[in-house]
């Protein structure tokens, strides 16, 4: 079972954490720190399963699958090994017919987590990573924050000699749930303190501290975790564990027995890029937003004298628009907030947009439970005919606009409207419900002043092409491309803005001519949807059977032919921030384009990209780290180097120096083979 986790809530709508709904239910929790181990706990869960019979989960992070990296592929690199110092029970420990819930629980608590024990006991899912003849100061960490804790002791300037000399055991934890027993006590024997870091809330700590509290008290070391020995709270459960953080916590636990100037210049150096960039503040923002031609920029407006609630999805981002929508739900509830709050003011009625991916998912069970209570709300059931907010994939069922239609009749809802920007293209045989309406998209707001003032519940199906999806098709002739264009004349334009207010499309740009601040049409991003064009403008002009003219060939630039770039050293790794705006292909196009340089060049190379809601049509960067022969598993922090990328919502993003440090030490030393 693979469970998503947004720690820093990148591009969800709440931070999450999936460890103790795994434990609750009894499901042991593997947590990689890279793509590669996401494929060798992969192998790592199913033998465990087949072993114990038990569900398997494993964490799966942003920092993680937002990645892209060099791997070692090779089905002989794992040797799963069985346990042979766990008595296997007589009937095995898989389910079985009949099978009564006692007895499913008793072989479930007696026999199944202590043989997903066994097997990581057995194939050293935790093992130690870095050790010293004499420890002193233990560190335990799993997944994405055991790689900050490589970038914190690297921040510091502590390597593997210095770390011996400190006295600095390293534990790695690669089932943090159920915490094998007998792997903790071998690490934290010998060990005057243990600091446990890990992300959110805490779940190596309390076991660790439960599996060392009987211990013998001559070996049994301190524990500190989330709070210190005084009560101050040192690695925070909310937001997201940072290298720096961490290199501040441990430099306090290492300062009462180690003195060093390094680290302490270090810690200065850490504290003053940090304050630095907090002091570093700029009013521009640029906020995610809908593509060119979304069919959102229409399908999202509401009437005057309305508000609406939104949903999952693309559509989401209306919230930090001025179209007066108001909280959110998640993922099948939308407009379900109404039902409570419709007894209790006087507001008589409310939209919702509803996706039609959320609603083949879940969504539709909100409509019923809005027809059952028989609140006033018209569904705006936003049919783009794509999975758009993920990628465009194809909808998980067969779905269409007559589908929904009987659908919702079913459920109860008697108005029905349809509107589309090509009201005339469902053919004569369509099998819509009865008494089902159909509009062009220039009388949509007429259509939802009439559904506000129906008694129930209503739906309005908004059916328009993805205009992403609209891009991609043309290029692969899959969809009709119209052979015109629209451009505003310089001259007549002045500089309203109209044209902006009734299209909401991001393809309309702001042009400063000698008349002042006037409005052009982004021809590169346009996709054509030509609402702007109802703007009340006379300086729109529409060009038919041309297309804007290509680039000349650099052959023909009016300037010498750059130089060869002077390769850069492969002696340490180092890293390549490729900067761009959400939409372009940044992320998609660069990370290729890279992976098969270094793959050429026989190099190893890691990629972090920085997908998702907030970094939408804004700037970001997507670092890849590029490892001279060194092994694919790579700290995603550790290969921010050369350049470190700073996001903070609204400001844009910033570019600061970051120092090269020791690369020597290898992240994944211990790895079996």
């Excluded at 060990?191 to 009987?214: M, P």
């Excluded at 008290?217 to 989330?226: A, H, L, S």
């Excluded at 194809?394 to 029905?416: C, K, T, W, Y």
């Excluded at 209503?458 to 059916?463: E, G, R």
């Amino acid at each position: 079972m693979l469970a998503g986790d947004d720690p820093a809530c990148k591009s969800s709508t709440v931070p999450s954490q999936s460890e103790h709904a795994l434990m609750d239910v009894h499901i042991p929790v593997l947590n990689p720190i890279n793509v590669q181990e996401i494929l060798d706990f992969g192998i790592m869960g199913w033998a465990m399963s087949r072993y114990s019979g038990c569900w398997v989960g494993m964490k799966c992070i942003t920092d993680n699958v937002d990645t892209s990296a060099a791997v070692d592929l090779d089905p002989a690199r794992l040797a799963v090994a069985m346990p042979d110092d766990f008595e296997m029970p007589e009937s095995g420990l898989h389910i079985r017919w009949p099978d009564p819930p006692l007895e499913q629980e008793h072989r479930l608590q007696r026999y199944k987590i202590y043989a997903a024990l066994a097997f990581a006991r057995a194939n050293h899912l935790n093992r130690v990573t870095i050790d010293t003849e004499k420890p002193r100061l233990g560190i335990v960490s799993t997944g994405k924050a055991y790689l900050d804790i490589l970038q914190a002791l690297d921040d510091l300037g502590i390597d593997q000699a210095e770390a011996e000399r400190i006295g600095i055991r390293l534990f790695k934890v690669g089932m943090p749930w159920p915490l094998e027993r007998d792997a903790a006590r071998a690490f934290a024997e010998g060990l005057e303190e243990v600091v446990v870091i890990e992300e959110k809330r805490a779940v190596i700590e309390n076991q660790l501290k439960e599996q060392l509290y009987n211990w013998r008290p001559d070996v049994r070391p301190r524990v500190v975790g989330k709070f210190d020995e005084d009560g101050n709270w040192v690695l925070p459960s909310a937001g997201e564990l940072t290298p720096a953080r961490i290199a501040r916590v441990l430099a306090e636990r290492i300062r009462p027995f180690y003195n060093s100037q390094t680290i302490a210049q270090r810690l200065r150096f850490l504290e003053e890029k940090e304050r630095a960039l907090e002091e570093r503040k700029t009013s521009i923002q640029r906020i995610p937003y809908f593509c060119s031609g979304c069919p959102h920029n229409t399908s999202t407006r509401v009437p005057e004298g309305s508000r609406a609630m939104a949903g999952i999805g693309c559509h989401y981002m209306v919230t930090w628009m001025d179209r007066r929508t108001e909280t959110f739900t998640h993922m099948g509830a939308e407009g379900v907030p109404w039902i409570g709050q419709a007894p209790f003011t006087d507001e008589e009625h409310v939209f919702v947009n509803l996706g039609d991916g959320t609603y083949f998912h879940s969504g539709i069970l909100a409509i019923r439970a809005a027809v059952a209570a028989g609140v006033n709300i018209t569904y705006k059931i936003l049919y783009n005919d794509a999975v758009a907010m993920t990628g465009g994939q194809p909808m998980d069922g067969p779905l269409d606009v007559a589908m929904i239609s009987q659908q919702v009749r079913a459920e109860g809802v008697e108005r029905i409207a349809v509107v589309s920007d090509e009201p005339d293209k469902y053919p004569a045989g369509a099998k819509f419900a009865d008494h089902v309406t159909f509009h062009h998209r220039d009388d949509f707001d007429a259509v939802q002043v009439e559904m506000r003032n129906a008694k129930g519940v209503s739906v309005l199906i908004y059916d328009q092409t993805c205009a992403a999806e609209k891009r991609r098709r043309r290029k692969r002739g899959l969809f009709p491309d119209p052979p015109k264009r629209a451009f505003i004349n310089e001259l007549v334009c002045e500089g309203c803005g109209d044209c902006g207010v009734a299209s909401n499309c991001v393809s309309i740009t702001p042009v400063q001519t000698e008349l002042g601040r006037k409005r052009a049409v982004d021809q590169s991003s346009c996709n054509k949807d030509f609402t702007c064009v109802d703007g009340f403008c006379p300086s729109f002009v529409t060009v038919h059977g041309a297309e804007p003219r290509r680039m000349r060939s650099l052959q023909d630039a009016p300037f010498e032919a750059l130089p060869d770039p002077v390769p850069a050293s492969s002696a340490e790794p180092y890293s390549i921030v490729t900067t761009g705006i959400g939409g372009t292909g940044v992320y998609r196009r660069r990370h290729p384009v890279h992976g098969r340089a270094y793959g050429r060049q026989g190099r190893n190379r890691l990629g972090h990209g920085r997908p998702g809601a907030k970094e939408r049509r804004r700037l970001f960067a997507h670092p890849h780290r590029r490892e001279p022969g060194a092994p694919a598993c790579g700290a995603h922090r550790r290969r921010r180097r050369g350049l470190a990328f700073r996001r903070r919502h609204g400001d844009g993003g910033q570019l600061r120096d970051a120092r090269q440090t020791d690369a020597g030490r290898d992240p994944c030393r211990g790895q079996r083979p």
